[in-house]
């Protein structure tokens, strides 16, 4: 009787859980969860890198997997180096990069 009670309850989570989590993957919320996925990983790298200066560069995906990189770098070097971070993600599809450089921001 334990089993069975045990076996129905399983059923019935399972009937109300999987429909609710393959929406979920379907919806905005799902998209979100993958962009945010995809902006953190690219910050996350941005503040391991060597010869970057994190501080003043902010990162924003949409859900077409479109990267903008905005904020202000201290040389094309490092503009090229953060670039080259947001494309290396995967999932990313296209960096829009509106990186200023402006050493003297860093002084």
């Known amino acids: 009787m334990k089993n069975l009670k045990l076996i129905t309850g399983m059923l019935l989570i399972s009937i109300f859980f999987v429909p609710a989590v393959v929406s979920a993957e379907n ?10 996925a995809i902006t953190t990983q690219i910050k996350s790298k941005i503040l391991v890198a060597k010869d970057i200066d994190s501080l003043h560069i902010k990162v924003d995906t949409d859900n077409n997997g479109i990267v903008v990189l905005t904020g202000a770098v ?5 503009e090229e ?10 999932g990313v599809k296209k960096v829009i990069n509106k990186l200023i450089i402006d050493p003297n921001l860093f002084n």
């Open 81 to 90: 180096k953060v670039h080259n971070i947001a494309h290396s993600v995967e």
């Open 74 to 78: 201290k040389s094309k070097a490092e």
């Open 27 to 36: 919806s905005s919320v799902g998209e979100f969860v993958k962009d945010s």
